[in-house]
């Protein structure tokens, strides 16, 4: 169904444009651009080379923020809201995808890039994993689905607390029961519970990730990593690494833990990776 708005009975645009200006330094590449895109809309737009076509594109993809000299100005809303407002700009991006001419893929074979998602996921697991998302949410009302989800290949996270108001405690072990009752893995993240089918976890993924990535066993250089978390579900890297970090939300779970790190930032959040990485470049 088409939103519209209940005052006045118009289909409201699925993507706003107002007065947008985007300038590189000193030199403006567009200005004072307003446009409306309604859903199923085709949009198009046509240019010659440096007319800005690109630079559009990534101001409504926030990929701005990747380009320190690029500065964008006015109002650019998504489905009705101010997309510089977002704290979530993955799952922005999950909504508004650029694909650009030349690909960009992982340092390995193509037949390896094509193959890493269906062998990562388990394409089978797929259906489980949606059936298990249907039963969740009629049985835990409140719970939600993670914003960046359409970004997960593998895992089923369900949100608590990130996007929708706090879950108590209780409803947050039901969404874990309802994981392990058909013998899914489940793990209570700060934010979220992430259930898949496997017998993996970060600690088993990782080492797969240095052996086919970076041909190196995790084994040998482990004393050389410094692993930072903020969830029950990094319990097996603290275990694991000697340096390990956790962030100091992670003192909420003490109960539900078995392996705390070994060290604790005194900041929660973001502030605490950013602690963390203000240590390393003291």
């Given at each position: 169904?088409?939103?519209?708005?209940?005052?006045?009975g118009?289909?409201?645009?699925?993507?706003?444009?107002?007065?947008?200006?985007?300038?590189?330094?000193?030199?403006?590449?567009?200005?004072?651009?307003?446009?409306?895109?309604?859903?199923?809309?085709?949009?198009?737009?046509?240019?010659?080379?440096?007319?800005?076509?690109?630079?559009?594109?990534?101001?409504?993809?926030r990929?701005?923020?990747?380009?320190p000299?690029?500065h964008?100005?006015?109002?650019?809303?998504?489905?009705?809201?101010?997309?510089?407002?977002?704290?979530?700009?993955?799952?922005?991006r999950?909504r508004?995808?650029?694909v650009f001419?030349l690909?960009?893929?992982?340092?390995?074979?193509?037949?390896?890039?094509v193959?890493?998602?269906?062998?990562?996921?388990?394409?089978?697991?797929?259906?489980?994993?949606e059936?298990l998302?249907?039963?969740?949410?009629?049985?835990v009302?409140?719970?939600?689905?993670?914003?960046?989800?359409?970004?997960?290949?593998?895992?089923?996270?369900?949100?608590?607390?990130?996007?929708?108001?706090p879950?108590?405690?209780?409803?947050?072990k039901?969404?874990?029961?309802?994981?392990?009752?058909?013998?899914?893995?489940?793990?209570i993240?700060?934010?979220h519970?992430?259930?898949?089918?496997?017998?993996?976890?970060?600690?088993?993924?990782?080492?797969?990730?240095?052996?086919?990535?970076?041909?190196?066993?995790?084994?040998?250089?482990?004393?050389?990593?410094?692993?930072?978390?903020?969830?029950?579900?990094?319990?097996?890297?603290?275990?694991y690494?000697?340096?390990?970090v956790?962030?100091?939300?992670?003192?909420?779970?003490?109960?539900?833990i078995?392996?705390f790190?070994?060290?604790?930032?005194?900041?929660?959040?973001?502030?605490?990776f950013?602690?963390?990485?203000?240590?390393?470049?003291?």
């Open positions: 169904m088409v939103a519209a708005s209940p005052e006045t118009v289909v409201q645009p699925t993507l706003d444009v107002n007065n947008l200006s985007i300038r590189y330094g000193s030199e403006e590449v567009l200005g004072g651009v307003s446009l409306e895109v309604r859903k199923h809309e085709i949009f198009g737009i046509i240019g010659p080379a440096n007319a800005g076509k690109t630079s559009f594109l990534k101001a409504i993809n990929m701005d923020m990747f380009t000299t690029m964008v100005e006015g109002d650019i809303r998504f489905n009705g809201r101010e997309i510089r407002r977002l704290k979530n700009v993955y799952a922005l999950s508004i995808g650029v001419p690909p960009v893929g992982l340092p390995m074979t193509v037949y390896e890039n193959a890493l998602a269906p062998r990562l996921s388990g394409v089978r697991d797929r259906k489980k994993l059936d998302r249907k039963k969740i949410l009629q049985q009302p409140g719970a939600g689905i993670a914003a960046d989800q359409a970004y997960r290949d593998a895992d089923l996270a369900i949100d608590f607390c990130e996007d929708v108001a879950l108590p405690r209780k409803d947050v039901r969404i874990v029961r309802c994981f392990k009752e058909v013998g899914a893995e489940a793990k993240s700060s934010i519970v992430n259930g898949w089918f496997g017998a993996y976890d970060k600690l088993s993924m990782t080492r797969l990730l240095f052996k086919e990535i970076f041909r190196q066993k995790l084994d040998d250089i482990k004393s050389k990593v410094i692993y930072i978390g903020d969830s029950p579900n990094d319990v097996p890297m603290f275990a690494f000697t340096h390990s956790g962030v100091a939300n992670i003192s909420s779970f003490k109960k539900e078995s392996c790190p070994a060290w604790i930032t005194q900041a929660e959040g973001g502030q605490g950013a602690e963390m990485v203000a240590e390393l470049l003291a």
